[in-house]
């Protein structure tokens, strides 16, 4: 059985910064295709970030490029989404989700990927 576990959410003040963590067991993220998502109250479940399964090469949202970065533990079968400069526009459920195989660079449409966690809550306020 598959599971994805997320943590690190909470609250941070705008230009703060948060480490997410999301942890699999039974599949490894080493060469899976891996996907950070956020969803907003009453918006559509976006990609925040995106790594191929091939080459591990990773492709950012405009509204977060330069001030979030994907990293992995590879001996800890996790996977972190290291958030800085945050806005009160980061405030978001933020997901991890993953697929065995996903062709070609870039993000895909939630709906294709296999895996996803339960979510954590980011809250950027003053």
């Known amino acids: 059985q598959v599971k994805l576990v997320e943590s690190g959410g909470g609250l941070v003040q705008p230009g703060g910064s948060l480490r997410l963590s999301c942890t699999a067991a039974?599949?490894?993220?080493?060469?899976?295709?891996i996907g950070w998502f956020r969803q907003a109250p009453g918006e559509e479940r976006k990609a925040v970030l995106c790594?191929?399964?091939?080459?591990?090469?990773?492709v950012y949202a405009d509204a977060v490029k330069g001030r979030f970065t994907f990293s992995r533990d590879k001996a800890k079968n996790t996977v972190y989404l290291q958030m800085s400069r945050l806005k009160p526009e980061d405030t978001a459920v933020y997901y991890c989700?993953?697929?065995?195989?996903?062709?070609?660079?870039?993000?895909?449409?939630?709906?294709?990927?296999?895996?996803w966690g339960q979510g954590t809550q980011v809250t950027v306020s003053s």
């Open positions: 989700a993953t697929a065995h195989f996903l062709p070609g660079e870039g993000c895909y449409p939630p709906s294709e990927y296999e895996y």
């Open positions: 039974g599949f490894s993220l080493e060469h899976a295709a």
């Open positions: 790594v191929s399964h091939y080459d591990s090469s990773t």
